[in-house]
């Protein structure tokens, strides 16, 4: 049997329901294995024993009383550091926010408190989620549990190395552009972006407000349910949030009938190495052997994805990030001599040049010469990339691609040129700007001991397919039981 920090959150709930461990000694298990190998792989921005203590204790009680909150309580879990959660650091691993300290819960994070979660740290990312290894946080990098020269992929890569590493079972992260999947590609965990508007997204830090969405990671495709099952739903308080009806995801596994795969041939073209594609046609083949209608389709306008992307994503930002000017809040700048200063200094000093230069793309985009030539027009070929996914879906029930052309990258290897390190999300963007809902699964290792995943992408509200597709795979592969030696 797994040690107890790489056993499924589903059966840590089974062993805290007949009482064979509580949930204090299931927090301090795994605050244990955080001291262990968090100098290696350095996953968290900051950790509260006290409060995951004490938040523990209070789900003992409980459990006690007779008066579970559901299969959640007493379960460790980990939030990405840009969803609020009350008195704890809210800094986007950005300076700006060095010090700032979130005075509400994100509609997420009160989900999982009325859930009976323990949440167990502030997990590191890509400064304000903008980029694609982790290594733009402002605190430090964080490293590829499976091998430890090599990124985690970014946005995300403290919330999917914490999970692969043992850390945590389950994590929270944000997708805007691939955030979720490709970290989770990278470190062979599962990683969901749900369909834009099925999750709140109160609370979080926006940065691409048509795009940015919630969602879970776990180790396995049941995990991944009882997280997803507490994170759904409608939210008042998120005028983007959709009033869907929100099936039983654990329920919806059942359902092992064959379904029409789609396969894009624009996703297996230039760039994607040969053991990405090795893996994902082996992939492929299961998946006919076991009744599957396989259908090559088309999506034209997936070449368009990145630059359309880059221009709707640093539009966005530079919007959003206009709030921190260091008036009303975040890093104020001790050598401004006047209100100007106090802008120009103080957006200076706290943010790094990913930041920076993204913010300075975007603003060009939404000048008053240019919206049309950019911004306006990105829009148009959105919509022409969303048609393309509606006109498969007529035809399909899930496609599947890659989740990223190549296994993860050496420290520093894309650092020094954006274009390159842009194009880690090629295979990610589309299903993002057109809002349908995408999973990373595991499905082998290439070269260095390093994870492969392909990527599912089904129609609005279709999670419950992806769900039951990947499961059908994950039975009869064991890629999620092997754990990296730390």
């Not at 204090?24 to 244990?32: A, G």
């Not at 990312?125 to 946080?137: H, K, Q, W, Y």
Request: aromatic letters at 8%.
């Amino acid at each position: 049997m797994d040690s107890l920090f790489y056993q499924s959150a589903n059966a840590l709930s089974e062993q805290l329901a007949l009482g064979k461990i509580s949930s204090v000694e299931l927090t301090q298990e795994f605050l244990r294995r955080i001291d262990a190998v968090e100098p290696k792989v350095q996953a968290f921005l900051s950790i509260d024993r006290e409060k995951s203590l004490a938040e523990a204790k209070a789900s003992d009680q409980r459990r006690a009383q007779k008066a579970t909150l559901g299969p959640l309580d007493g379960i460790p879990v980990g939030i990405k550091d840009l969803i609020a959660e009350k008195g704890q650091p809210l800094t986007c691993a950005s300076k700006i926010l060095e010090h700032y300290i979130s005075p509400y819960d994100a509609t997420a994070v009160e989900k999982l408190h009325a859930a009976g979660a323990v949440l167990l740290g502030r997990l590191n990312m890509d400064e304000f989620a903008m980029g694609s290894s982790t290594e733009s946080s402002a605190y430090h990098k964080t490293y590829n549990p499976w091998n430890l020269a090599h990124v985690p992929g970014g946005s995300g890569g403290g919330s999917a190395a914490a999970v692969a590493a043992g850390e945590l079972p389950l994590a929270l992260g944000s997708d805007t552009g691939g955030s979720v999947r490709q970290p989770a590609a990278y470190c062979g965990i599962y990683g969901l972006k749900p369909t834009y508007g099925l999750i709140s997204r109160y609370g979080l830090s926006a940065l691409t407000s048509s795009t940015d969405q919630i969602g879970p990671n776990a180790r396995e495709i049941r995990d991944l349910c009882l997280l997803l099952q507490v994170l759904a739903g409608h939210d008042d308080r998120d005028s983007t949030s959709y009033p869907a009806d929100i099936p039983n995801y654990l329920q919806s596994l059942e359902n092992t009938q064959p379904c029409l795969i789609g396969i894009p041939k624009e996703y297996f073209g230039e760039g994607l190495s040969a053991e990405i594609r090795e893996s994902i046609e082996a992939a492929i083949a299961f998946y006919r052997q076991k009744g599957y209608t396989i259908v090559d389709i088309t999506l034209p306008h997936t070449r368009y994805a990145i630059p359309v992307y880059y221009v709707v994503m640093t539009a966005e930002a530079s919007s959003n990030l206009a709030r921190f000017d260091g008036i009303r809040y975040s890093h104020r700048s001790a050598e401004a001599t006047n209100a100007i200063d106090i802008y120009l200094k103080s957006r200076e000093e706290g943010f790094g040049p990913e930041v920076k230069r993204r913010i300075l793309l975007g603003t060009f985009a939404l000048s008053s010469d240019h919206r049309d030539a950019y911004y306006m027009r990105a829009q148009r070929v959105r919509t022409l990339i969303q048609r393309d996914f509606l006109q498969a879906f007529q035809d399909v029930d899930v496609i599947l691609t890659p989740t990223a052309p190549s296994t993860a990258f050496k420290f520093g290897a894309k650092s020094s040129d954006p274009l390159q390190m842009y194009l880690e999300d090629i295979c990610t963007v589309s299903a993002s700007l057109a809002g349908f809902p995408a999973l990373a699964v595991p499905c082998g290792f290439g070269e260095n001991n390093l994870p492969i995943g392909f990527q599912l992408i089904g129609n609005f509200f279709q999670e419950s397919a992806l769900l039951a597709t990947a499961h059908i795979f994950e039975r009869e592969h064991a890629y999620v039981r092997n754990h990296p030696e730390l």
